[in-house]
């Protein structure tokens, strides 16, 4: 819905946005190299964006269904991150 820079919270342009998409994808992949933001000329990654639904950029997705979990506990993301040796971002999705 919504792109924030996590400099100073300014809405960034879906056009800005997606040029720095293009710019950034090369050999089949992000680089997740940093842009100078429009308003305030941060240096911020796509991955650091503000993205409203929550999105993010991944290596690989972990994946699990069960309507009746609710929210990933703190507990159990911080057992994840612990496992896998890297921080996490919950993502939810409603099908």
């Known amino acids: 819905e919504r792109i924030i820079c996590p400099k100073c919270g300014q809405e960034i342009s879906d056009d800005w946005w997606q040029d720095r998409m293009d710019d950034d994808f090369h050999d089949g992949g992000f680089q997740l190299s940093s842009y ?3 308003y305030c000329g941060a240096a911020v990654g796509l991955d650091q964006l503000g993205y409203d639904w929550p999105q993010s950029f ?3 997705g972990i994946g699990a269904m ?3 979990i609710g929210e990933l506990s703190d507990d159990h993301r911080i057992e994840f991150e612990r496992i896998l040796e890297t921080p996490l971002r919950a993502i939810y999705q409603h099908i």
């Open 58 to 60: 991944a290596r690989f």
């Open 36 to 38: 100078s933001a429009p």
């Open 66 to 68: 069960n309507p009746n």
